[in-house]
Each structure stands twice: as C-alpha cells, then as structure tokens.
C-alpha cells in the first residue's frame, strides 16, 4: 500500500471511491464543527473530492493533500477551475480562488504546511491505509495539525475477511486507540451503509456500517 498503489488506480482509472456527489454525512454534521468564518479546511488525500468545492460554497479555505497529479488535474478540469502552480516545498501548489492542492505524499507535510488550517475533514483518508500505515498516518496528523483544530471523521466498519480494502474496516476502537490521548472522541452517528453500496455486497460484505466522529483535541 505505498504511493505506487494510488498513482496506478488513478492512471488506470479505477477509483470506485471517488464519490461525484456531496458527502451527505459532510452537509449535516459540519455544524457541529467550531471553525471560524473564512477559515482553512483540511482535506487530506483529498482526491478529486467535490466536497472541497461545498466547503467552499461555505465560504472557507481549502487545503488538500493528493499524491497523484491524474487526481489533482481532473478535479481542477472537471470543475472548470483555472489554477495557478507553483513550487511550495516538496509539494507542487495547485491553487484556484483560495482552493489549494498539495500534490505530493501527506507523510513529507510539516506543521508549516498546514498552519492556517482550522478544521479538519477526513472522509476517505484514515480507511484509505492498512493497519500498519494508520498509526503512522495519526501520529503525524496529530503532530502537524495546530492546537485546537478539530476533525469530521467518517469510517466505514465491516468484516475484513469478507473483502480486501481499500477502503479498509477502521472499528470504534481502533479509532479511539489512535485518537483518545489527544483528542475527545465524539460519535455522531452509525448508520447501516449496505443497501447504499452495491459493490460492497457484490464483493461479498454482509454488514456495513458508516460512524461520523467528531474529534476535539483536548
């Protein structure tokens, strides 16, 4: 599961988790974050997601973080968006009327990279990892996001051995082990996903569940 794996689902374009509309569980819980008017959003291995272009129709700030550049030229193509792109670091800046995308690997962002975010969206990024790169990818979220800033997360939970990932099964527990010293951790909402996920039943899974979590540093 290292970066060689994404870039070839996207040059071969297989990205069954590329979601076209909005995130609905994004719509209704983004009230419950504490971010202020015109804030930054965080939306790591953002993908093409359409959900930064709602966070911005609220009028934030977007910055997300996409290794591969197929991703990173169709969202702003698809959506008629003329960036400019330049050189920030190790990361080539794609930027649009204060919609910023990273091209480049989450685990090279430092803290200065992501020092004016102010909330945090994570929808396919957390189950996008196996096992071993979750830890490491919540260590170095936690160590680079400023103080304060909270997290919508989203989580699918099934039985792995019904199906390999991505997206993978990331369970309550595991979720509260990689976030409770630092964070509280909020569940929003459970939702049974199954009926709303053909390729999930055709790939054989028998139970599916969505939890929304909000996380609040403590």
Not at 187 to 204: H, I, M, S, T, W
């Amino acid at each position: 599961m290292q970066a060689e794996f994404w870039l070839e689902r996207w040059e071969q374009n297989q990205i069954g988790f590329h979601q076209p509309e909005i995130n609905s569980h994004l719509q209704a819980f983004w009230g419950r974050m504490v971010v202020p008017a015109g804030g930054r959003i965080f939306v790591p291995l953002c993908g093409k997601s359409r959900d930064m272009l709602w966070l911005q129709a609220q009028g934030f700030n977007v910055t997300g973080i996409e290794i591969s550049a197929v991703a990173v030229r169709d969202f702003f193509a698809e959506n008629g968006l003329k960036p400019t792109v330049t050189q920030q670091g190790a990361f080539e800046r794609w930027e649009c009327d204060g919609l910023v995308i990273l091209r480049g690997d989450f685990f090279q962002l430092s803290s200065v990279d992501v020092r004016e975010c102010a909330g945090v969206f994570d929808r396919a990024s957390l189950i996008a990892l196996p096992p071993e790169m979750r830890v490491r990818y919540a260590q170095h979220f936690m160590a680079i996001l400023p103080p304060g800033v909270q997290t919508l997360l989203i989580t699918l939970e099934y039985d792995q051995s019904e199906m390999k990932g991505p997206p993978f099964a990331v369970h309550e527990p595991e979720v509260r082990g990689l976030y409770e010293q630092q964070c509280t951790v909020e569940r929003l909402l459970v939702l049974d996903a199954l009926a709303d996920e053909p390729g999930f039943r055709q790939r054989g899974v028998t139970r599916l569940e969505e939890k929304v979590y909000l996380l609040t540093p403590n």
